[in-house]
């Protein structure tokens, strides 16, 4: 899964040279993510997630490498961005999208320090020097309040993003995913598949020792383990949310 899923050119900012950039008042609508069945996920947002989506691994039972939910059960199809662009009614919005149209350029370092220092972009669609966008610097060059938002996000976004690196490598490490395939079959459409993911095996998970399993306690990774589980049982809500856009697109 690429990180950029939803930037068409970002463009590092900087102070200097981008000190009367602004950017457009951005819609409170998800028209960008439209085509997206999945997204990254932290660890901190599995609980509110697993409420509406089925948690998965991206990549197989070795390599996985990110937490995503599913949005939809056909490729470039989300079942959660209404007709009139909105986010479907009391789902919960990730992280993923909500920092948009800001993201963090791809960066070496690791850690709080990287959190706290690196470099912004801002996706160029967006992008105006018009006098009613709104200001990322102000005169003086200083951060104007859209952009010390979008920082104070992003980091917060960033240290999440490395706790979750920390528990995918506990789910290598304890050898507990396995590939995985849902087959999707609607009358009078062909069958496809949903392949590239992985989700934990709950017969292997049911066969650790007793030291494994405390510390994926001690971690906090049982309890992600546990919620990933339960989301699992969302399938069911993709498909029904699936039948009941197709049927209003038959009338």
Known sequence: MKQLLIYEQPLALNRLTHRHLRIK???TNYAFARGLNSVPLTTTEFAPAARNYPIVFTGDADKASMPAVLLGLLRDDNLFVEDDSQWAAQAYVPAFLRRYPF????QETTGEAAAAAFTVCVDMPVVTQSDDGIKLFEDSGENAPALEHALGFLAEYQRAAERTQAFMQQLRDSKLLVTKTIRVERAGTEPHTLNGFSIVDEEKLQKLGGKALEKLSRTGALGLIYAHLMSLGNVS??????DTRSAALKH
């Open 103 to 106: 993201v963090v350029a791809n």
């Open 25 to 27: 008042p951005v819609p």
């Open 237 to 242: 809500l993709l498909s029904a949310r699936f």
